[in-house]
């Protein structure tokens, strides 16, 4: 017998891997959508297509599918990218492509799939960022993408938004998290402000749960220094 149904929305990266497997121990069905398995998941569904459309087609089909009539309780989404460059940069149009297509298709996708999915009272949680709440003009394009995720939550918590009763819409936004490939690409930063990925995994279990969960709409800062994280939230809206 299992304690819910999660999915987990780019659940093969370090944070998704990390969150899937802290589900698993607390004994909850997990299936995880990605461009690749996640062995510890309990169902996997791989993301294709080469348009916005077909890969909604394609995933939404195979949740159905496997879901059936059971209801989720979270579905959490952690797929996204990053990509530098300012307006001024002849990359600017390209590398705002790649941020649209890694970071606003999944998430926009996970927002259809929790309005057809979740139980009343589950938990949307959809991957915003830090520096996105001020001007990006160093990385225009993942600023753009990101600030549309977060424009994303505050819509879905809206009361026409068509999520089931009582369900709450969050967005994470963390500065750095504490990730193998980070760690590889800046070996001399400071990781005492880094926001280690067990901690988001916990927080994803309590919310998941009922636990702490703030105002729907809520863009909850992860805020960690000297090694201690801790939540802020910095706006919440509604429509």
């Given at each position: 017998m299992t304690c819910g149904r999660v999915i987990v929305y780019g659940g093969r990266g370090a944070l998704g891997s990390t969150v899937v497997s802290a589900f698993k121990k607390n004994e909850y069905w997990v299936c995880n959508i990605d461009m690749k398995e996640n062995s510890e998941a309990d169902h996997n569904i791989l993301v294709t297509g080469d348009?916005?459309?077909?890969?909604?087609?394609?995933?939404?089909?195979?949740?159905t599918a496997v879901l059936k009539e059971e209801k989720l309780d979270a579905l959490l989404c952690f797929a996204g990218g990053w990509a530098g460059g300012s307006p001024s940069s002849k990359d600017f149009i390209k590398n705002a492509e790649i941020m649209w297509r890694s970071s606003v298709w999944p998430s926009s996708i996970s927002a259809r799939l929790a309005c057809e999915h979740l139980r009343e009272g589950g938990v949307v949680v959809l991957p915003g960022a830090q520096p996105a709440t001020t001007g990006t003009p160093t990385m225009a394009g993942y600023g753009m993408a990101k600030a549309a995720v977060h424009q994303l939550v505050a819509s879905l918590a809206g009361s026409k938004s068509g999520l089931p009763a009582d369900c709450t819409s969050l967005a994470i936004l963390p500065n750095t998290l504490?990730?193998?490939?980070?760690?590889?690409?800046?070996?001399?930063?400071?990781?005492?402000?880094?926001?280690?990925?067990?901690?988001?995994?916990?927080?994803?279990?309590?919310?998941?749960?009922?636990?702490?969960?703030?105002?729907?709409?809520?863009?909850?800062?992860?805020?960690?220094?000297?090694?201690?994280?801790?939540?802020?939230?910095?706006?919440?809206?509604?429509?």
């Amino acid at each position: 017998m299992t304690c819910g149904r999660v999915i987990v929305y780019g659940g093969r990266g370090a944070l998704g891997s990390t969150v899937v497997s802290a589900f698993k121990k607390n004994e909850y069905w997990v299936c995880n959508i990605d461009m690749k398995e996640n062995s510890e998941a309990d169902h996997n569904i791989l993301v294709t297509g080469d348009t916005w459309l077909k890969q909604e087609e394609n995933v939404c089909s195979e949740v159905t599918a496997v879901l059936k009539e059971e209801k989720l309780d979270a579905l959490l989404c952690f797929a996204g990218g990053w990509a530098g460059g300012s307006p001024s940069s002849k990359d600017f149009i390209k590398n705002a492509e790649i941020m649209w297509r890694s970071s606003v298709w999944p998430s926009s996708i996970s927002a259809r799939l929790a309005c057809e999915h979740l139980r009343e009272g589950g938990v949307v949680v959809l991957p915003g960022a830090q520096p996105a709440t001020t001007g990006t003009p160093t990385m225009a394009g993942y600023g753009m993408a990101k600030a549309a995720v977060h424009q994303l939550v505050a819509s879905l918590a809206g009361s026409k938004s068509g999520l089931p009763a009582d369900c709450t819409s969050l967005a994470i936004l963390p500065n750095t998290l504490d990730t193998p490939m980070n760690r590889k690409w800046m070996p001399k930063a400071d990781t005492s402000t880094w926001t280690p990925l067990g901690y988001v995994a916990d927080l994803m279990l309590k919310w998941t749960q009922g636990s702490e969960r703030p105002e729907s709409g809520s863009l909850v800062s992860l805020i960690t220094k000297d090694g201690e994280t801790s939540t802020l939230i910095n706006h919440s809206g509604r429509c």
